[in-house]
C-alpha cells in the first residue's frame, strides 16, 4: 500500500504521453513509471488507447528483467493481498497455463490438503478452447464459487482448501489489462504473461508455488522451447518474490485425460477420487501426482518425490482425498451427492455420437486446439467472456496418440443437444486427428520440471 501511496504523491502528475513515448523510443521504464502506468490502469485515469499503446511498445521493444519485476510488483499492489499467515500450515498453490480437458485443480486441491497443505486456489473461468475451474465446480448442483476473502480464509483454515474465483480486489489491474491484451494482440509475450500471472498468484502470501505449464497443440505457448522459457522466467520471478517456486512443463499435444466438458471433467475427477478409474484417465491421475509431489516438497511435508508420491497414493487410496473433497463441496453449497454418485453429473438427455476415423493407420498428432475450439462452438466452452456455459456438453476421447484404428472406428465421442450440434463440429473433429501409416514417437506427459 505504502508503495502505492508514493507513486500517487511523487509522480501523480507524470503524464501518459511521456510514458509511451520512452518506451516507444526504446528506453527503459523507471519502476516510478511503471507504477504510474498501473495505477493509471487500475483508477481508470489512463484511457484504454493509452493503456493499448504502452502495452504495444513494450511487445514490440521489449522489457528487462528489471521492468519486468517493477511490472509484476505494480500489479500485485493494484489491489489487496491476502495475510495467510495464521492459517497454521504451509500455504502452497498450483497454477496451470491452461489446456484442452486439462482438470487437475479438482483432485490436486483435496490430496493435496488431505496431505497437510493449505492450498487456497483461486481459479479463472473458460475462454476460447480451454476451460477454467470455476465453470468445472458450477456443473455441481449449488456449488458456490463467490467467496468473500473472510470466508475464503475461514474454509482454508478448516478444510485446507478453498476454490474462488478472482475477485475485483486481487490485482485487478491485471483483469483490465488481460483483457486489452486479449483484444489487441498483445498477449504472447513472456515479461508481460509473468507480470500477468505472478501478480495474481504473488498476492496470495504463498510459502510455494508449482506451475504447470503446458506445451503443445491445446497450450497457448505450443513450442516447447518457449513453454521451457516461459517455465523458467516464472520459477525466477516467484524466487525472487520469496516464493519457492517450482514448474513442471507438460505435454498438451492431446486433451489430458478421457473427458473435455465441465460436468464431465468433474465426473472424470471424482471417478479419480474414487479410485474408480477408466481407461484413458490415467494422464490426469499422472499430471495430479507429479503436481501434488512437487507442491509437498516445497512445502516440506515430503523430503523427496518418492516419499511424497507414496503419501499422494495413501490419501487417494484411503479415501481421505474423497472426503475432503465431499468436505470443500459442502462447504461451498454444492450437491454432496455427486461424491457418492458422480453419474448424476452426466445428462443422461444428451446425445452420444461417435466422431469414426477416415483411414486406418496409427493416431500421429491430435490438433488440441481445434479439439477445445469445436466443443466451445457447442456451448462448452466461451468464445467471449460474457457468453453463457452449457456445463453438460462435451467430448470423450477414445484414442491417444500411438493407438492404431481401424477406418470407421470411433476415436471419440461427442455428448451434445442435437444431431446438427454434432454435424457442426463432426468434419473439424475427424480432421484433429492425423492417422499415418507408420507409428509415430510418443512424448512423454512430464516433458521438464525446471
Ligand atoms: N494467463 C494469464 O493469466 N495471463 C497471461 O498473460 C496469459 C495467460
Redesign the pocket.
Known sequence: MQYRWTVFFVFRFMRPQEIIAKKRDHHSLSSEEIGVFIDGVTNGEWADYQITALVMAMFINGLDQAEQDELTRAMIYSGKTLDLSDVGRPVVDK?S??GVGDKTSLIIAPAAAACGLAVPMIS?RGLGHTGGTLDKLESIPGFSVGLSTARFKELLIKNGYAMAGQTGEIAPA?KK??AL?DATAT???IP??????MS?KLAEDLDALVLDVKTGTGA?MQKYEDSVKLAAALVRTGEAFGVKTQAVVSDMNQPLGKFVGNSLEVYECIKILRGEIEPGMEPTLELSIELIAEMLQLGGVADSADKAKVLVRQVLDSGAALAKFRENVEAQEGDPRVCDDPEMLVDRSLLRLPVKAASPGYISAVDAFALGRAICDIGGGRVKAEDNVDHAVGYASAVKIGDEVRAGEAIGVVYCRTETQFESISEKLRNAYKISEVSPETTKLIRATV
Request: without cysteine.
Open positions: 497454477h497455463t491452461g479463472g491485471d489489462l488481460y491484451r498477449v504472447p509475450y508481460l504473461i509473468v507480470a500477468s500471472i495474481k497457448f
